[in-house]
């Protein structure tokens, strides 16, 4: 073998210095394995699998695929991370970036990034998967249920519970090998991602845990249950986004969830028809049972009571923040 004897130490910087160089991996046997070690650390396991069977290093370059993206963000991190010392924060993040890792991959999606405590998650690619949006919501699922079953697992101060906003979109993206000649990633860029992020954060705003677009929510099958929260307008885009809640799997639901899905639906249908007071008084029932997306709605409601909107309002909220 031409390669395997010159990369020792093994590094991702090494390997890209024979790639720059424009030298050919002769992947066979021995190489093969070297190459899913050598990689293993820095590229999803689907990525390195596709170039061990075309046998060739990674090069810069990208294709537009339709793709599910996740956006993962600790509620409050910062707060927890003041409390923390440096080698407990450190303990506390493997820990839980490992659980929620294992998760996205268990469900063939790939980790794209870390960005401190936020995960970039992506369904859909390298390879083809038709299911990518319902791989992609399951595993936003099933890391909200795996964070609320592991909060001792943390060794975190027990006044402090730990939790996280998802938001996924579905839709064409650029995905490929994008950076510079020296050092690339293999990552997803576009307005897709963007969306993606701002609903993440959009749940701060409603009280939500996971909020995905109406494309992720078409895509997906019964098994998922999701209630439209509201239509807005976020910063950069013109068309109104219909945002969904995944409430949780059909044959888990409970009847207080399904009660409170369809008091929800049917207030949120009122309120464009510009029946406020009648909107108002339906999610001021939800919002004293707890429910978040209705304590704001509610709010907003009441002040269209006694300040209406313009007469050409269909009922879209414009949102300034990013």
């Known amino acids: 073998a031409l390669v395997a004897p010159l990369l020792d130490p093994i590094t991702a910087s090494v390997a890209a210095f024979f790639t720059m160089l424009g030298y050919r991996f002769l992947i066979a046997g021995r190489d093969k394995r070297f ?37 993962s963000d600790i509620a409050g991190f910062t707060a927890i991370s003041e409390r923390l010392s440096p080698s407990e924060l450190v303990s506390f993040m493997n820990i839980y970036l490992t659980a929620m890792t294992d998760i996205v991959e268990l469900h063939g999606g790939f980790v794209d990034k870390y960005i401190g405590d936020a995960i ?27 964070l609320a079953a592991m909060q001792d697992r943390f060794n975190l101060p027990s006044d402090i519970t730990v939790a996280a906003r998802i938001g996924l979109n579905t839709g064409v993206t650029l995905v490929g090998n994008i950076g510079s ?17 701002r609903l993440e954060s959009i749940n701060k705003t409603y009280g939500t845990t996971i909020m995905v677009s109406a494309e992720t929510a ?17 910063v950069g885009k013109t068309q109104p986004v219909v945002m969904m809640e995944a409430l949780g799997f059909q044959d888990a639901l409970g009847a207080e969830t399904e009660a409170c899905k369809a008091d ?42 006694s300040d209406p909107p313009p007469e050409d309002w269909l009922g879209v909220t414009a949102l300034d923040n990013k």
């Open 264 to 305: 929800y639906e049917a207030a949120l249908k009122a309120y464009p028809r510009r029946e406020f007071g009648q909107a108002a008084r339906a999610f001021d029932a939800l919002a004293e049972a707890g429910d978040g997306p209705a304590r704001l709605m509610a709010a907003r409601a009441k002040a269209y009571q």
């Open 120 to 146: 970039v998650a992506v369904f859909g690619a390298p390879l083809d998967d038709p299911d990518h949006a319902q791989r992609g919501v399951t595993a936003a699922l099933q890391c909200r249920d795996q």
């Open 218 to 234: 078409s895509a997906c099958d019964e098994a998922i249950v999701f209630r439209e929260i509201d239509r807005v307008r976020v």
């Open 181 to 197: 000649q020296r050092r690339f990633n293999y990552t997803v860029m576009g307005d897709t991602v963007n969306l993606a992020a």
């Open 35 to 71: 190459l899913r070690q050598a990689f293993t650390f820095y590229l999803a396991p689907a990525v390195i699998e596709r170039m061990v069977s075309s046998e060739t290093p990674p090069k810069l370059g990208g294709e537009s695929r339709l793709v599910t993206v996740l956006f």
